[in-house]
């Protein structure tokens, strides 16, 4: 059996589906005034910061990985973080979130860990690399199949 960390990042992934799905309908609720935004915003953070200390404990990773996700949902509802990175992050983030692994293994069985830096940086080309073929070739698959 794998570490935790193998299926936290996983959980929440589902979480985000479940979130836009229901989107604008808790957006209105945060989003009705500045008071229930921040009571809100406090909660999730404290529950992160909380849960911090028990994370070793079994399922609390998984709950610390859920309150810093609603955390940054949260924040970002009123702070905008708009750049061009990370719009190109949101708009290929399922490639990039499938294909991370493969690169860190690689590079792993290469011995490369050694050079964090290095490793860091190859590892976040070569998955930027790979996610752009994928979505094509994924795309063309996606557009004929639901053409018939």
């Given at each position: 059996i794998k570490p935790v960390y193998w299926y936290n990042t996983a959980l929440c992934?589902?979480?985000?589906?479940?979130?836009?799905?229901?989107?604008?309908?808790?957006?209105?609720i945060i989003n009705k005034n500045l008071c229930i935004y921040l009571l809100?915003?406090?909660?999730?953070?404290?529950?992160?910061l909380a849960l911090l200390k028990f994370s070793e404990l079994p399922g609390a990773g998984f709950l610390v990985y859920l309150f810093f996700a609603a955390t940054v949902v949260v924040a970002t509802m009123r702070i905008s973080l708009d750049n061009c990175v990370l719009r190109y992050f949101g708009k290929n983030l399922f490639e990039l979130y499938i294909l991370q692994r493969l690169p860190m293994m690689i590079f792993l069985k290469l011995g490369m860990e050694v050079h964090i830096e290095v490793y860091f940086a190859l590892c976040v080309i070569s998955t930027i690399l790979l996610a752009v073929p994928f979505k094509q070739i994924t795309g063309k698959i996606c557009g004929k199949i639901c053409k018939g």
């Open positions: 992934y589902v979480l985000g589906m479940f979130y836009s799905l229901v989107r604008k309908k808790i957006e209105q809100t915003l406090i909660a999730f953070a404290g529950a992160f």
